[in-house]
């Protein structure tokens, strides 16, 4: 069964062809980063203007590199919430639109089931149930994965996503934008023991498996205004900063997944979410001590379609769909399924 899949939850337009939950055919991901990289962060009236302006020829580029009429198309799927909802709204009345027109059948899907099925494209796949790690920069949750449609959140952050905290500390000393790529790149040619950021340690107060990034982010911020009270902002080292700050923003969640791993008994952890292409959260969870880490492909770590025409399968195969009246929504209180 070949899937179309439809990603417009933020600022990448995507879409893909995934043959039987498994094979991807294609997937095309156009990232309008360029567009809101003079805002430093995600404006979301030019996000849903671009998707409307895009949705049509990425939806035929990823038919055309997979190689396929839309008539050999079986299923359509697309994100339906979390995220904008202008630019959910864009994919979800695409897919509907052309799943309608060619009477086929659609299903929408959720965002973070979604990122958590990225690393069913790995061999072998893991199986479930497993640990999740979803950490990008609108969400960052630890929950347990019993199936590609069921997960019990364990934690999660009490304040900024993981990605959100990258993105704020490259904003304020201007290394780029969005900013986790660039710390990681910088990170590499620094030393993580320059700077003793603080690792919030919440088990007390909080669930066992929350995390906090505000703390870090301020003690990371303050640093820089330390430097320039002093008037020696040639003394900041950026790599410095950017490998303590990351060294403290991975064994934050290194803590909470301990103790996810304690409280379960599952010892299989499976990331997604941009934020696991980190490579320096990659090497220490590959490090973790009687914990197996499974990673997605780093172009499958991020949005894209690929993922969901993938769920979307799950979902099709097995004769659930949903109803063409399905509305985007922009949160989600528990997790509901389709
Ligand atoms: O999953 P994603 O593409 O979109 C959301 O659903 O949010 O994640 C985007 C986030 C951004 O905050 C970005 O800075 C972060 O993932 N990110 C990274 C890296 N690559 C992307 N963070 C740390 N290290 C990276 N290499
Ligand atoms: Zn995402």
Redesign the pocket.
Known sequence: MKVLGIES????CAAAVVEDGVRILSNVVATQIPYHAAYRGVVPEIASRKHTEWIYDVCAAALRDAGLESARIDGVAATGRP?LTGSLLVGLGFAKAFAYARGLPFVSCD?ILS?LYAAQFVQPPPAYPFLGLL?????TLICRVDSFDAIDVLGGTVDD????A??KV?RHFGWGY????F???LAAGGDAEAFDFPVARLARKGRRCDVSYSGLKTAVVNQLEQFRRRGAPGHIHPPDIAASF?KAAVETLLGALSNAVEDTGIATVVS??????????RERLFRLAGVRCIFPP?EL???NAAMVAGIGYQYLSRGMTSPLTVAPAARVKAFQRR
Do not use: I, T
């Open positions: 939850s933020c600022d990448e995220g965002h990122h950490v990008s920069g609108g969400h996503a993981a990605g959100e990258f993105d490259a969005p900013g986790g790529k710390v990681d790149a990351q997604g979410g941009g934020v696991a292409a980190n490579s320096y959260l780093p770590c991020g949005d």
